[in-house]
């Protein structure tokens, strides 16, 4: 079946400081990679996506590259603000679009 | 520039009451969705509906009912509400392409306590 597991949070980070959030999956056939953003009392926001292998999603100087052959999709930042805190999920949905599998979601503060 | 729209934003309920959640989407998208947010759960699928007439069981269903009212509006009815159902309940929809990494877009979500 289809999953997404991300590292477990909470993540505390200094401002400026390098952000990874490691997000590994299992599908059948091809999948969409997701990542969304969700800042407190809001709904998820699409934050970048990438639809096939190698491709590299990137937004507000966040970057994820669609590894097949490790089965990953790793969110990245260079210099996180406290602007940044938020909890991220990564996602996939399957090859038909039928369905959308969500991890549990990592929270991150960034202190200044 | 609406996207998904679910009400109410905040209830309280008491135990055995019911209550419906509204959604509405002015995508045009054909799929719409809900979700239940609870803490180190993440997201949870509780229904889908693929287009509209249709309706599908996701995760979590039990307690649940839902009704495609049409191609914009997808409703969630809690019919004897139940304390473990105090959530956060998120409607979504996405367009639903095969192959074109298609996007749920989600609402602002509605915060549910059943006392």
């Known amino acids: 079946g289809n999953s997404v597991t991300q590292m477990e949070g909470p993540v505390t980070l200094s401002e400026e400081a390098f952000l990874t959030i490691n997000c590994t999956y299992t599908a059948t056939g091809y999948p969409s990679l997701f990542w969304y953003v969700q800042y407190p009392g809001e709904g998820l926001q699409l934050l970048l996506k990438a639809t096939k292998a190698d491709d590299k999603g990137s937004n507000k100087g966040f970057e994820a590259t669609y590894r097949k052959e490790t089965t990953s999709f790793h969110l990245e930042k260079g210099s996180v603000q406290v602007s940044d805190s938020a909890v991220y999920f990564c996602a996939l949905s399957d090859r038909n679009g039928n369905q959308f599998y969500f991890g549990t979601g990592t929270s991150l503060t960034v202190i200044p | 520039n609406a996207g998904v729209t679910q009400t109410p934003k905040f209830q309280v309920l008491k135990t055995g009451q019911s209550m419906t959640l509204q959604c509405a989407q002015d995508m045009n998208h054909n799929s719409m969705y809900w979700y239940r947010q609870d803490p180190g759960m993440g997201l949870r699928l509780i229904y889908y509906s693929a287009s509209e007439g249709t309706t599908d069981k996701g995760e979590v269903p039990n307690g649940y009912n839902v009704s495609r009212l049409n191609k914009r509006e997808f409703s969630l009815r809690l019919e004897s509400a139940a304390p473990s159902q105090t959530s956060v309940y998120f409607c979504?929809?996405?367009?639903?392409?095969?192959?074109?990494?298609?996007?749920?877009?989600f609402g602002e979500g509605s915060w549910l306590t059943v006392v």
């Open positions: 979504a929809s996405s367009e639903r392409w095969l192959n074109s990494g298609n996007t749920i877009y």
